[in-house]
């Protein structure tokens, strides 16, 4: 446990992580291109250890070197794992690799920690079906561990629905160039985070594959499309400077956040305009962002696009004039815990007036006192309730080591001062 200690205001610069969201693609598309690519300034956590510790049980070799990630790239050519395949709790890492398993010839066995088990993953499990391949949950209950036999994927027309996570059709999309015919996948529905999928078809472009969007309602991929192996720069992590953004907003100081891109389609690059809205003063420029926190005013948002910083507003709305309603977040519910349900426990134990609901939440400003807050094994409850403790006297992090998921250096970082 940890607590953290109240701070008057925030003055400081710090340097963000490589993305998560762009680090275990761009590790396996480079597992899937034909020679070997450097990935530069990846993020190194736990979610993408285990992605790494998996493509070298189909044969990739994966090195370390001053920082960077070294991948030697098969051309689609996978060996079969000698022994089951383990990820934690790293739900881009299980996905990703349902559909990359069935590229090999012969059974692979994914599997999780307790909270992966509860993870549905039924949707991609029947677009697998579809084509052909056998593709089934252990224990028949949608969720793994899972069991995939391919001799390849046949490609052809599927149907995925589109309201549960994007990180379905990315399995998809990432690993489509290798299928044997050409794939048209249809979203049934509204798709759900799209900014996540822009990450996706983004990476693939720079890795020298095509796909065809037709409005988020179809995705064509021609078949014999192959990756090209390079020098490839991730981006920081959007998600991860929302903490230190929000830092600043409810102190009323200054961050500056380098080793971001503000044009990415990453969607949370969208967050500082959040705060703009609540009233903070934001200024970008090529790699830089610069807030200053002013008073704040709660704000009505629909945050489908940034689920990943749900978290971080619903705290810092805590601190703000009015309340704020947060629309449009029901796949919180399927993350590393039920987000949704999370949140409202905490800021009630805090003493904000909080309604749940099935896809939203509205916060009321309340009385505050410190209290232990749970994180339920999620690193962004850890790293969102931290911007309480700012404020917030005797507020204590349960199990603070859980950031290692997305951001081993965080509490070492926290708070930002001058310079980090």
Same mark, same amino acid.
């Given at each position: ?53 998996? /493509?070298?049980e189909f044969g990739i070799q ?57 993870r549905p993953i039924a949707d ?23 069991? &995939?036999?391919?001799? !390849? ?11 549960? +996570? +994007? ?6 999309? /990432? ?23 822009? %990450? ?76 703009? #809205? ?10 830089l962002v610069h807030l200053k ?5 709660? %704000?009505? %948002? ?37 987000? %949704? ?8 134990? /805090? ?10 939440? /509205?916060?009321?400003? !309340? ?28 507020? #204590? &992090? ?7 998921? +997305? ?14």
């Amino acid at each position: 446990m940890i607590e953290i200690k109240p701070i008057e205001k925030i003055f400081g610069t710090v340097t963000i992580p490589g993305s998560k969201s762009y680090t275990n693609r761009a590790l396996l598309i480079s597992a899937l291109a034909n020679g070997v690519s450097r990935l530069k300034n990846p993020l190194l956590s736990d979610d993408t250890k285990y992605m790494v510790e998996a /493509l070298k049980e189909f044969g990739i070799q994966v090195q370390e070197e001053a920082g960077d990630l070294i991948v030697s790239g098969k051309g689609g050519q996978l060996m079969v794992p000698t022994k089951n395949i383990f990820v934690g709790n790293a739900g881009t890492t299980m996905r990703f690799l349902t559909t990359f398993s069935a590229l090999a010839k012969g059974k692979v066995r994914l599997d999780g920690d307790e909270r992966m088990q509860e993870r549905p993953i039924a949707d991609l499990l029947d677009c697998l079906i579809q084509m052909g391949v056998k593709a089934t949950a252990a224990y028949n209950n949608d969720c793994p561990p899972l069991e &995939i036999e391919g001799e !390849g994927i046949p490609g052809g027309k599927v149907k995925l629905a589109g309201d549960k +996570s +994007s990180q379905y059709l990315t399995s998809l999309l /990432l690993s489509a160039p290798y299928f044997k015919n050409e794939t048209d996948i249809i979203i049934e529905g509204d798709l759900t985070s799209k900014s996540y999928v822009d %990450i996706t078809l983004d990476i693939m472009k720079t890795f020298g594959v095509g796909v065809e969007n037709h409005n988020y309602k179809k995705f064509s991929i021609q078949a014999n499309q192959v990756y090209e192996a390079q020098t490839y720069q991730v981006e920081g992590d959007w998600s991860s400077a929302s903490y230190f953004l929000g830092a600043a907003a409810v102190t009323g100081g200054e961050i500056t956040i380098s080793g971001v891109e503000p044009a990415s389609v990453q969607g949370d690059a969208k967050f500082p305009d959040v705060l703009e #809205k609540m009233g903070c003063n934001v200024k970008k420029s090529a790699h830089l962002v610069h807030l200053k926190g002013n008073p704040l005013k709660g %704000i009505t %948002i629909n945050m489908n696009n940034m689920p990943d910083t749900v978290q971080t507003l619903a705290v810092i709305a805590l601190f703000a004039q009015g309340e704020t309603l947060i629309e449009d977040i029901g796949n919180l519910k399927i993350k590393e815990t039920n987000r %949704i349900k999370a949140l409202a426990n905490e800021l009630g134990k /805090l003493g904000a007036e909080v309604e749940a609901g099935e896809d939203f939440l /509205l916060i009321r400003p !309340g009385k505050y006192q410190g209290t232990e807050i749970e994180t339920y094994n999620d690193h962004r409850m850890a790293m969102s309730f931290a911007i309480a403790g700012l404020i917030i006297p005797k507020v #204590k &992090i349960k199990n603070p080591n859980c950031v290692e998921k +997305s951001f081993p250096d965080f509490f070492p970082q926290w708070p930002p001062r001058k310079s980090v």
